[in-house]
């Protein structure tokens, strides 16, 4: 929280020449559209307030809500409230990305008040994966606007009935929590959209229901705050990989395979996703001060230096760096691996051999929402490799790509796909009928098999050889939440249970057992590869 005169006065950001303080501007971020002499804002940019809200925002924060807003506060308002030409906002969606307990709550809250009392609009959805997390975001504005006379005074109704908390106003301004779920938020049009902690989003299901209530908006927003992710935060990752490639990424991050991506073709430009990363540079130690400060912007102010320091003591590494130094965890924390094992195989080089067979297998998430394909194959030393080839909402396409007239060697595969009491068993019998290869394959063959191979590459016990795998994060994370479940005496893979969707993990399973014994690699009849 920023320090408030209210309560603690103004002293929160006077006599810090002495002390590490947190970086005011981000590390990474999209640059205002506005170019020219420096303007009023502190960081050199041009933006004033015939460009930017934001200085409104501020002024609001300061002069009626009676806050002392952090430095890095008032600085996101003033660039993250670009206007365009046509007094239109530059953004319809913002990310925020910063180190935990760095006062993003508070923004959010300053927004939304300003939002509904000054700028007037209609709606406001708070909303989190933990619907506990987007109900403190609003107590906390509640509360604000409560304490203040002049605010108190417009307000109409205050709903505290859990599921359904609202605050409306006089003039019929509402802020409104919604669950993040597939229903949350449907049937509303909402002028601003808070959406807390998005690392926790799984699946595209809530991002989809929530945002397009701002599709009517001309003046809409949508603004995502969090810390970094890891492998499972699917809508996460790819707004910040979206913004990273915009900006010529910084970080190295596009190259990453990720299976789901934009259909071959499409050339849509769009400027409308700012993106607004504090965090430590990619390799930096835990000890380093300066990445701290990059991190944590409320550093010196709210965030003490040995809070901080205690945290890099005690913290696992992976838990320091996704929770202070706002990095990302690319691999898996716990899932159903030996711990490291999965990280082990990775071999961002990896390929089949152009001697090897190719085994492939199709599989579906539990609820039917997407389908994948997978490939097994043997490399030129003998290791396995597994990867998936293609991922795409829905199924109804899955006979189309293997039909495909300008790709007709992938006809020539056999793919296996499990045919009993699984969401890919629909699509036996219609890949058959389309001249198809199906090896029925019972969902549990191949799962030890592939397991012992990951278990290989770390060295666990007499388990073979290792497996080879690449950086692919829809792989990577249902490697990393998968579930199991007792078959007999033997175990699978559990769609329903898993705390991402395994189905890739069942597929790339599929696909190596497909490719029959783990023996000496095959020549292969002489069809070209298909990727």
Not at 44 to 60: E, H, N, P, V, Y
Not at 89 to 103: D, E, M, S
Not at 401 to 418: C, I, K, L, N, S
Request: proline share 5%.
């Amino acid at each position: 929280m920023v320090a408030s005169s209210r309560s603690s006065g103004r002293s929160g950001v006077a006599g810090l020449a002495d002390r590490l303080t947190g970086s005011t501007t981000p590390r990474v971020w999209t640059p205002p559209l506005v170019q020219g002499r420096a303007g009023p804002c502190g960081c050199g940019c041009a933006l004033t307030a015939r460009t930017s809200l934001g200085f409104w925002a501020a002024q609001f924060a300061e002069e009626v809500l009676d806050l002392e807003l952090l430095p890095w506060q008032r600085w996101l308002l003033i660039h993250a409230l670009e206007l365009l030409a046509d007094g239109t906002f530059r953004f319809r969606t913002v990310v925020v990305l910063v180190g935990r307990q760095n006062g993003k709550s508070t923004a959010l809250q300053v927004l939304s008040l300003w939002m509904m009392y000054l700028f007037g609009v209609k709606l406001v959805i708070g909303t989190a994966q933990n619907l506990d997390v987007a109900e403190e975001v609003w107590q906390g504005a509640v509360d604000i606007a409560e304490e203040i006379p002049d605010l108190a005074e417009e307000i109409e109704q205050v709903s505290k009935v859990n599921g359904k908390k609202f605050l409306k106003l006089t003039g019929g301004q509402r802020y409104k929590v919604a669950a993040a779920s597939r229903r949350g938020g449907r049937g509303l049009s909402g002028d601003l959209v808070l959406l807390d902690e998005l690392r926790e989003h799984q699946s595209w299901e809530a991002w989809a229901a929530v945002t397009k209530t701002t599709m009517a908006r001309a003046l809409a927003m949508v603004w995502a705050a969090s810390n970094a992710g890891d492998a499972s935060s699917i809508v996460l990752r790819w707004l910040r990989k979206m913004a990273h490639e915009a900006l010529g990424d910084p970080d190295g991050i596009v190259a990453e395979s990720d299976a789901l991506q934009p259909e071959e073709g499409d050339t849509l430009q769009d400027d409308s996703l700012g993106l607004f990363e504090w965090s430590a540079p990619p390799g930096c130690s835990v000890s380093d001060r300066d990445g701290w400060r990059q991190a944590n912007p409320a550093l010196g102010y709210t965030v003490s230096e040995r809070a901080i320091a205690s945290a890099a003591k005690t913290d696992p590494e992976w838990v320091f760096r996704t929770e202070v130094l706002c990095q990302w965890m690319e691999g898996t924390r716990e899932g159903p691996f030996p711990q490291g094992g999965w990280e082990a195989s990775l071999d961002v080089d990896s390929q089949i051999a152009a001697t090897s067979d190719i085994g492939l297998c199709v599989d579906v998430s539990w609820d039917r929402s997407v389908a994948h394909i997978a490939a097994a194959g043997w490399r030129e030393d003998g290791r396995p490799h597994v990867e998936v080839i293609e991922s795409r909402a829905g199924i109804d396409w899955v006979v189309g790509w293997f039909t495909d007239p300008e790709h007709p060697e992938r006809a020539g595969y056999a793919v296996a796909v499990q045919a009993k009491r699984c969401p890919a068993s629909s699509l036996v019998q219609p890949l058959k009928d389309a001249g198809i290869a199906v090896v029925e394959w019972d969902g549990v063959s191949g799962t030890g098999e592939l397991y012992d191979h990951v278990r290989a590459a770390v060295g666990d016990g007499d388990s073979g050889v290792p497996l080879a795998h690449l950086k692919q994060p829809i792989l990577d994370q249902a490697a990393a939440n998968a579930a199991t479940r007792p078959v007999g005496d033997a175990w699978a893979w559990d769609r329903r249970k898993s705390g991402a969707d395994a189905a890739p993990l069942v597929a790339v399973t599929g696909a190596l057992w497909c490719v029959g014994s783990y023996e000496k690699p095959r020549e292969r009849s002489g069809r070209a590869a298909f990727y």
